[in-house]
Structure formats: structure tokens, C-alpha cells
């Protein structure tokens, strides 16, 4: 059975009202669980693209990201769970780990099912919360991976039409 229902969590996917590109975040990391999440992204295949500013490069250790001094360039490490899925890890801090996802790649059942499975992935590796909350509304969590349940749950009410 699924962690989330389309039907239930409807309006948590819909980029009018959550914003084309939710908040995602992992509290409390540290440049050790950036490595779980680089080593979990080359181990599932993931399609990956490091970018140091506009420049691609190879995906270094995270002790080689983490921590970014205030002038350096911005890095981003572009994910592709599933061919039509696209994520965006911004490794800015070492103490919390944020990323975007689109909305509009994850409608219906299938975009609900593939966003719990990316997120189990990415809390049981690192056996913690990863939390999603409307764009811009960081620390106000929608849904999450809970590990003492071992799945993605609510953790706010769906938004009201």
C-alpha cells in the first residue's frame, strides 16, 4: 500500500498552492550524511550532474563541498531519481541538507508514490526526518519521512480548496 494518496494529499502537489518548487530539507546533518546522500545517489544510478557555478564537474567528497566559504561559488547537484524527475541538492550548509523537487513532474498516484520512495531512500540512509514544506514556508513541514514509522506521513492538513 502506498505511504500517501493521491486523493488525500492532492493539494500538497499542486504548484498553485505549494509553489513550483517545494522546500525540502534534512535538520541536523553533517558533512557525514552529505556523503551518505552523494553515495546514495552514485549507488542507485541516479543521474547526477555536480555544478560548481556553471561548471560541471565530477562529484567530489563532501568534505571537499562542506563547508562553503560565504564567497564561494554556488554548487548544485542536479538528481534524476526517475527519467521524469528531476531534484536539485543545494550543499550550502553542512549542518542541513535542502533540495527542490517540481511538482509538475510529480502528478497523480505515480508522482505521490515516487516522491515517498525518494524520500525513504534518503531517510533511511541517513535514518532521520526529511521534511516538505510550500515554497518559501521553510520550517513549516507538509508531509516527511517519519523513521520511527518508516514512512512518509502528514504531518499538517491538506490545504482546503
Sequence with gaps: M??????????FFDPNLMGDLPDLWVPDAS?????AVFDLVQSNGWVESYREGDTVRPLPPAADVLPRPVDAE????????????????WPMSATEIDFDVNLRELQGQAGVDTLC????????????????GAEGQYGYPALGFDPAADRV?????????
Design 117 to 132: 520512495d525518494f524520500l525513504c531512500a534518503i531517510g533511511r540512509r541517513l535514518s532521520k526526518p526529511v521534511f516538505m
Design 153 to 161: 506521513v502528514l504531518l499538517a492538513d491538506p490545504i482546503d480548496r
Design 74 to 89: 554556488y554548487v548544485t547537484l542536479r538528481v534524476s531519481p526517475t527519467t521524469s524527475v528531476h531534484v536539485i541538492f
Design 31 to 35: 558533512v557525514e550524511d552529505w556523503q
Design 2 to 11: 502506498p505511504d500517501l494518496l493521491w486523493n488525500e494529499v492532492e493539494n
